[in-house]
T-cell receptor, first 109, second 112 residues
Framework: GQNIDQPTEMTATEGAIVQINCTYQ??????LFWYQQHAGEAPTFLSY??LDGLEEKGRFSSFLSRSKGYSYLLLKELQMKDSASYLC??????????WGAGTKLIIKP | IAGITQAPTSQILAAGRRMTLRCTQD?????MYWYRQDLGLGLRLIHY???????GKGEVPDGYSVSRANTDDFPLTLASAVPSQTSVYFC???????????FGEGSRLTVL
């Protein structure tokens, strides 16, 4: 079966750095997405990785290793507004998105 | 502001009733999707449409139907609602390039 694993919940301190991991086992791979979802709101796009390596976008970076079936989202200089759920999703061989259950990130002052 | 509009935002209905969730986009995206989101589970695909006039079944299609008469509209119908269909429903579209999804604000449905 297809599976996306990410931690259920993480806690970090304002101003610090946090890394949210995602491991996947899918039938084929055509890209990995990270989305942010604030409570009661819709998911919004953060990043897309299709090749190995690090993609940096401001305070957020996303890393992919296809050989290891592994990705992480790195958030720097954490702000209170970063408190949200972070969803990892993989596009499989049929170009369908398989979603992880999401990681709830709690930021403490 | 361009985007996806869903209606209703929230609805409570009795089991056995018929319900249609509406979804309209103005971005001229070809692909549209309906997901449900339940606590502790990832987004699950109900139905999708790659272009107007075509639809396909996702991971959890039973009890739901869709239509795609034109590019902009993609309604989701529950023919006879059951309590297990209590969920938050998200409509989404994509432009087919990166495959980035744009989501509506969601419809919270409670079936009693």
């Amino acid at each position: 079966g297809q599976n996306i694993d990410q931690p259920t919940e993480m806690t970090a301190t304002e101003g610090a750095i946090v890394q949210i991991n995602c491991t996947y086992q899918t039938s084929g791979f055509n890209g990995l997405f990270w989305y942010q979802q604030h409570a009661g709101e819709a998911p919004t796009f953060l990043s897309y990785n299709v090749l190995d390596g690090l993609e940096e976008k401001g305070r957020f970076s996303s890393f992919l290793s296809r050989s290891k079936g592994y990705s992480y989202l790195l958030l720097k200089e954490l702000q209170m507004k970063d408190s949200a759920s972070y969803l990892c999703a993989v596009k499989d061989s049929n170009y369908q998105l398989i979603w992880g259950a999401g990681t709830k990130l709690i930021i403490k002052p | 502001i361009a985007g996806i509009t869903q209606a209703p935002t929230s609805q409570i209905l009795a089991a056995g009733r018929r319900m249609t969730l509406r979804c309209t986009q103005d971005m001229r995206h070809n692909a549209m999707y309906w997901y449900r989101q339940d606590l502790g589970l990832g987004l699950r695909l109900i139905h999708y449409s790659n272009t107007a006039g075509t639809t396909g079944k996702g991971e959890v299609p039973d009890g739901y139907s869709v239509s795609r008469a034109n590019t902009d509209d993609f309604p989701l119908t529950l023919a006879s609602a059951v309590p297990s269909q209590t969920s938050v429903y998200f409509c989404a579209s994509s432009d087919g390039h990166t495959g980035e999804l744009f989501f509506g604000e969601g419809s919270r449905l409670t079936v009693l």
